[in-house]
């Protein structure tokens, strides 16, 4: 009866080590459709479960369709631990005030360029603000990448995994070349997947072509664009990534091993 009884506990330990060990990738909020349940509009937010904190980068455009997407996920906002804002335009920030309102006393980590009235406002709901400047370590294996870029400034978010970095952007307007070959140099480990928007929409085929032969140099394994890359970047990564495209619109969930 001891032996079956310790089997059985031992089986739901293996169980539980196999889900705890896996890192989700959620996709809440975007223009790049996938699931048709969900609602798209234009904008980006992705919710991380697997690490210490669950952690929503970005919040899109609109808070009430952010929860809605949220909920025919099968998302509890009260489970978000961490905001995660790549940079200040609207499709990116939009739902913040919404969310806050459902859940206020999480950490908001921004770029440290944000306005300071945009910072305060965040403060006032009882949230706690932690502004990055260089590249910072914000809870086990889970770092930004620091502010990049000289007009629009932004930060991505690096996952140290053990297949390699995971690099999440919200539209990469500082180049996701320079993105990916920062995080490749500053943590000094492969790079697994890049995914979010590129910001690559209106670019020429020779334009986005180099972009390709540039990450396919620094070694990407794994692609999941969407949002700002534009349909005919898609159609170029797709072609070039083949199995290794993984889809990153409005629902898709991404998984890996952590």
Same mark, same amino acid.
């Given at each position: 009866?001891?032996?079956?009884?310790?089997?059985?506990?031992?089986?739901?330990?293996?169980?539980?080590?196999?889900?705890?060990?896996?890192l989700?990738?959620?996709?809440?909020?975007n223009?790049?459709?996938?699931?048709?349940?969900?609602?798209?509009?234009?904008?980006?937010?992705?919710?991380?479960?697997?690490?210490?904190?669950?952690?929503?980068?970005?919040?899109?455009?609109?808070?009430?369709?952010?929860?809605?997407?949220?909920?025919?996920?099968?998302?509890?906002?009260?489970?978000?631990?961490?905001?995660?804002?790549?940079?200040?335009?609207?499709?990116?920030?939009?739902?913040?005030?919404?969310?806050?309102?459902?859940?206020?006393?999480?950490?908001?980590?921004?770029?440290?360029?944000?306005?300071?009235?945009?910072?305060?406002?965040?403060?006032?709901?009882?949230?706690?603000v932690?502004?990055?400047?260089?590249?910072?370590?914000?809870?086990?294996?889970?770092?930004?990448?620091?502010?990049?870029?000289?007009?629009?400034? *932004?930060? =991505?978010? !690096? &996952?140290?995994?053990? #297949?390699?970095?995971?690099?999440?952007?919200?539209?990469a307007?500082?180049? +996701?070349?320079?993105?990916?070959?920062?995080?490749?140099?500053?943590?000094?480990?492969?790079?697994?997947?890049?995914?979010?928007?590129?910001?690559?929409?209106?670019?020429?085929?020779?334009?986005?072509?180099?972009?390709?032969?540039?990450?396919?140099?620094?070694?990407?394994?794994?692609?999941?664009?969407?949002?700002?890359?534009? *349909?005919? =970047?898609? !159609? &170029?990564?797709?072609? #070039?990534?083949?199995?290794?495209?993984?889809?990153?619109?409005a629902?898709? +969930?991404?998984?890996?091993?952590?």
């Amino acid at each position: 009866m001891l032996v079956i009884l310790f089997t059985g506990l031992f089986g739901f330990w293996e169980d539980m080590q196999a889900e705890t060990s896996i890192l989700r990738l959620k996709v809440v909020y975007n223009n790049a459709p996938f699931d048709p349940n969900l609602t798209t509009s234009w904008g980006f937010s992705c919710l991380i479960e697997g690490m210490e904190k669950t952690i929503l980068f970005d919040t899109g455009g609109n808070g009430r369709i952010l929860f809605a997407n949220m909920k025919r996920m099968h998302i509890d906002p009260m489970s978000v631990g961490m905001v995660f804002l790549s940079h200040i335009h609207a499709d990116h920030t939009g739902g913040l005030e919404y969310f806050l309102k459902q859940n206020p006393h999480i950490t908001v980590c921004l770029p440290e360029s944000f306005p300071v009235s945009f910072q305060k406002a965040i403060r006032s709901g009882g949230a706690f603000v932690k502004a990055v400047g260089s590249p910072m370590r914000i809870f086990d294996k889970v770092y930004s990448s620091g502010e990049m870029g000289d007009w629009i400034r *932004e930060q =991505a978010l !690096v &996952l140290e995994t053990s #297949n390699g970095l995971v690099i999440i952007t919200g539209c990469a307007h500082p180049g +996701i070349v320079n993105i990916v070959r920062k995080a490749r140099e500053h943590f000094k480990d492969d790079v697994y997947l890049v995914m979010g928007g590129f910001h690559l929409g209106g670019k020429a085929n020779a334009q986005i072509q180099e972009v390709i032969h540039s990450l396919k140099e620094l070694g990407v394994k794994k692609v999941a664009p969407s949002h700002c890359t534009g *349909e005919k =970047a898609m !159609v &170029l990564f797709r072609e #070039n990534w083949g199995e290794n495209f993984l889809e990153g619109g409005a629902g898709a +969930i991404i998984e890996v091993a952590r």
